[in-house]
C-alpha cells in the first residue's frame, strides 16, 4: 500500500483526481459512478479531501474507508468526512458502478444553520461496515433529491443558489438521519447483544483493577470491542437504552462509587483513585452532578 495520500483540497482538485473536466460551481458537484474508472495503478493508492462526501452504490466498488473494506449490496449509502482516507482496493470500468457521489465543500455551508450543526450527523464518522442500507423507495427518495441538487448545479448559480443548494443537502442528510433510525430498529436484536456486550466490557474492567492501571474506560475502548466505530456505538446505545456511550461508563463508575462509600471505611480520595480518578475534585463533581449529593453527604445519609 502506497504511504502517500493524494490531498485534495477542493472541487477541482477532486475532479481532477477523477480525470473529470472543471465543475460548473466551485462548492459542490455530483458525480456518476457508472463514468468513473480506473485501472491497476491506481489500487493501493490513498486519497484524503478537504470535502464531505455522501455516496450511493449498488455494487462492489473495491475501496477500503479508513480501516475497513467493504463490498457493498444494492442500495448502500456512505457517508466521508473532511480528511478521512480511502483506498482503492481493485479496479473500475465504465458501467461497473451504478450510483452517485455528492462533494461538497464546507464552505458552501459555513454561513448557515447547516454550518453550527453538521457535526450532529453522527454518520460522518461511522465505520464503512455501519453504512446505511436502502429500501427502493428510501433510494429513490435520495435520487429525487440529488436530482434537485443536480439541476441546480447544471442551471443557474444566482443569490438563491447556495440556499437552495444547503436546503437540499440538509434534506438529504435528515432523510437519511431518519433512514438510519429505521436500521437501528430492524436491527434491534443484534443490538441489544451489544448493549449486553458494553455491560461485561465494564464489569471485567473493573475486576481487572484497570480503573486503577489504566483509568476511566473510553467511548473508544469499548468501541473497539465491540468492533464498531465510537460514534455508531453511542448512537446505538442511545436509541437502545436512552443513554450515550459516555452515560453508560459514568453510571457504571457512579453504581461501583456507591457501593465503595457505603461497604468499606475508604477515604474520599482513595475511592476516588480505586475509580480512575486523578483528582477527587473530578470525581466529587461527577457523583454531584449523577446523585445531587457529594461523596461525603451520601455516605453519611446512608
Sequence with gaps: ????????????????????????????????TQKLAYGEETVGKRFASDLYCIALKDSSCGIEYGRNSY??????????????????????????????????????????????????YNFFNYEVHEALHLSIHEQNTLNQIVQLIQDEIRERIDNHSQQVLVSNIELLLNYSKRFYERQFNTRSASHTDIVSKVEVLLKEYYTANKLIEKGQPTIQYLAENCHLSASYLSDLLSKETGRSAKDHINDFIIDKAKHLLLGSTHSISEIAYTLGFNYPHYFGRLFKLKTGKTPQEYRQLN
Design 71 to 120: 463490498d457493498f449490496d444494492d442500495g448502500v449509502l456512505i457517508f466521508t468526512a473532511p480528511k478521512q482516507v480511502i483506498t482503492v482496493k481493485k479496479p473500475q470500468a465504465l458501467n461497473q458502478i451504478k450510483g452517485w457521489m455528492l462533494y461538497f465543500h464546507p464552505d458552501l455551508f459555513r454561513n448557515t444553520p447547516l454550518g453550527s450543526k453538521i457535526d450532529s
Design 1 to 32: 500500500m502506497s504511504e502517500e495520500i493524494i490531498h485534495s483540497r477542493s472541487i477541482t482538485e477532486i475532479r481532477a483526481v477523477f480525470g473529470l473536466d472543471k465543475p460548473t460551481h466551485p462548492l459542490i458537484t455530483i458525480l456518476d
